[in-house]
């Protein structure tokens, strides 16, 4: 009796080792992850007429988004989940190379919302050892963010108001236009040290002393 009562225990034990031995074999490796993101250059930069240009249309590309497997690679993604209260799907945009490092840059696509941006970096060190991840930039229709980031992993990120022609929370996006950006804050971030990938937290506060619109001029 001992003997027929330990052989399902010993075959739900060899099944349970069998599956575990799977699930790792199947389980992506940190050059899966990278994979998922097209190769571009350092010094980066974001667009501000693009960024513009999708909060007043309200339009993009359809973009690809990561698949679940890859999230273990980037651990912020429940803590902005938790800030938005949304679901978020992460779509990869950009991977960069440095001496040291590796970074990975994607929107935190928040939801069914269409216009707005989040976009986030995440840093590794060469062996794949998650570092920290900052936001960068992104677009809604009270700011836009914008950033240059140099082949140091540093930047250089500017956050405008963005107005509006009719009071965005009583007419929307619809027969409305950006009239222009007020720059109010600007910095230059450490991305190879822990961050917000969700907002910025302006702890060296930049009083912008030039003039908004030639500075804008520069960026395009």
Known sequence: MKNTTAIPTILIALASLFAFKATAQNAPSFQDFLAQFP???????????D??????TRTAAKAKRLG?????????LERSAQFSSMPVYPE??????????IAVLY???????????TYSISVFDKEGNYIGSHFV????????????????????VKEFKVNWANDYREFGAQGNQVTGLTLVEMQTLDLVAP????QIEWTNRVIPQQDATADLAKMK
């Open 39 to 49: 190769t571009a250059t350092l010094p980066y930069t974001f667009n501000t007429q």
């Open 51 to 56: 960024l513009q240009g999708q909060l007043e």
């Open 68 to 76: 679940w497997e890859f999230y273990q690679f980037l651990p912020e």
């Open 92 to 101: 990869p945009v950009a991977k960069f190379e440095t001496e040291g490092n």
């Open 107 to 117: 929107n935190i696509a928040r939801g069914f919302v269409r216009g707005n941006k």
């Open 137 to 156: 930039a992104g677009v809604n229709p009270n700011s836009l963010t914008v950033a240059t980031i140099n082949d140091q992993l540093n930047a250089d």
């Open 195 to 198: 961050g917000n990938p969700d």
